[in-house]
Protein backbone atom coordinates (compact mmCIF):
# COMPACT_ATOMS: atom_id res chain seq x y z
CA UNK A 1 0.00 0.00 0.00
CA UNK A 2 1.41 3.20 -0.76
CA UNK A 3 0.28 6.11 1.10
CA UNK A 4 0.81 9.71 1.51
CA UNK A 5 -0.20 11.93 4.69
CA UNK A 6 -2.52 14.49 4.38
CA UNK A 7 -3.34 17.70 6.62
CA UNK A 8 -6.91 18.28 8.05
CA UNK A 9 -8.18 21.22 9.70
CA UNK A 10 -10.67 20.31 12.48
CA UNK A 11 -13.35 22.27 13.99
CA UNK A 12 -11.40 24.07 16.74
CA UNK A 13 -9.14 24.69 13.79
CA UNK A 14 -6.00 22.40 15.04
CA UNK A 15 -4.37 20.46 12.42
CA UNK A 16 -4.03 16.75 12.75
CA UNK A 17 -2.04 14.78 10.04
CA UNK A 18 -3.92 11.48 8.64
CA UNK A 19 -2.71 8.80 6.33
CA UNK A 20 -4.58 8.21 3.01
CA UNK A 21 -3.98 4.98 0.56
CA UNK A 22 -2.77 6.76 -2.56
CA UNK A 23 -5.39 4.53 -4.04
CA UNK A 24 -8.28 6.73 -2.92
CA UNK A 25 -6.50 9.84 -4.23
CA UNK A 26 -8.80 10.44 -7.65
CA UNK A 27 -7.81 12.97 -10.18
CA UNK A 28 -4.22 14.03 -11.29
CA UNK A 29 -3.86 15.97 -8.40
CA UNK A 30 -0.84 15.84 -6.51
CA UNK A 31 -1.69 15.94 -2.64
CA UNK A 32 0.84 17.02 -0.59
CA UNK A 33 0.94 17.97 3.00
CA UNK A 34 2.68 21.55 1.71
CA UNK A 35 0.09 22.47 -0.82
CA UNK A 36 -3.44 21.88 0.97
CA UNK A 37 -4.78 21.60 4.37
CA UNK A 38 -8.52 20.03 3.84
CA UNK A 39 -11.62 20.68 5.66
CA UNK A 40 -12.84 18.17 7.68
CA UNK A 41 -16.45 19.32 7.89
CA UNK A 42 -17.72 17.53 5.08
CA UNK A 43 -16.19 14.22 6.58
CA UNK A 44 -17.95 15.34 10.02
CA UNK A 45 -21.10 15.90 8.17
CA UNK A 46 -21.42 13.13 6.54
CA UNK A 47 -20.89 10.90 9.75
CA UNK A 48 -23.66 12.65 11.74
CA UNK A 49 -26.02 12.53 8.84
CA UNK A 50 -25.22 8.68 8.93
CA UNK A 51 -25.82 8.61 12.77
CA UNK A 52 -29.15 10.48 12.50
CA UNK A 53 -30.41 8.16 10.12
CA UNK A 54 -29.89 5.21 12.30
CA UNK A 55 -31.03 6.90 15.22
CA UNK A 56 -34.38 7.52 13.36
CA UNK A 57 -34.49 4.00 12.41
CA UNK A 58 -33.73 2.73 16.37
CA UNK A 59 -36.56 5.38 17.84
CA UNK A 60 -39.00 3.36 15.89
CA UNK A 61 -37.67 -0.39 17.17
CA UNK A 62 -36.93 1.03 20.79
CA UNK A 63 -33.93 -1.08 21.61
CA UNK A 64 -33.26 -0.75 25.16
CA UNK A 65 -28.99 -0.70 23.83
CA UNK A 66 -27.82 -0.05 20.63
CA UNK A 67 -24.36 -0.38 19.03
CA UNK A 68 -23.55 0.91 15.65
CA UNK A 69 -19.75 0.32 14.11
CA UNK A 70 -18.79 1.38 10.47
CA UNK A 71 -15.59 1.89 8.94
CA UNK A 72 -14.53 5.28 7.51
CA UNK A 73 -11.78 5.52 4.85
CA UNK A 74 -10.84 9.30 3.77
CA UNK A 75 -10.14 9.88 0.24
CA UNK A 76 -9.84 13.23 -1.78
CA UNK A 77 -11.74 13.56 -5.01
CA UNK A 78 -12.06 16.72 -6.67
CA UNK A 79 -9.60 18.45 -4.27
CA UNK A 80 -12.40 18.10 -1.24
CA UNK A 81 -11.88 15.65 1.45
CA UNK A 82 -14.40 13.00 1.61
CA UNK A 83 -15.78 9.20 2.75
CA UNK A 84 -16.08 6.33 2.02
CA UNK A 85 -17.63 3.58 4.25
CA UNK A 86 -15.45 0.46 4.40
CA UNK A 87 -15.73 -2.94 5.81
CA UNK A 88 -15.01 -3.37 9.44
CA UNK A 89 -15.65 -6.96 10.30
CA UNK A 90 -16.79 -10.02 8.98
CA UNK A 91 -18.48 -9.39 5.24
CA UNK A 92 -20.37 -6.40 6.11
CA UNK A 93 -19.75 -2.53 5.87
CA UNK A 94 -21.88 -1.54 9.08
CA UNK A 95 -22.41 -3.40 11.85
CA UNK A 96 -25.26 -3.01 14.36
CA UNK A 97 -26.19 -4.79 17.15
CA UNK A 98 -29.75 -3.99 19.20
CA UNK A 99 -30.80 -5.18 22.40
CA UNK A 100 -34.12 -5.73 23.90
CA UNK A 101 -34.22 -6.30 28.02
CA UNK A 102 -37.55 -8.26 29.22
CA UNK A 103 -38.33 -7.74 33.16
Known amino acids: MES??????????????????RQFISGREK??????????ELVKNQIQKIS?????????????????????ELSVEAGQLTSIIVKGSGKSNLKITLEWEYK
Open 4 to 21: EFIQIRLSDGSICHVEID
Open 31 to 40: VSTNEKIFDF
Open 52 to 72: EEFREIFSKVKPTKTTLEFGI
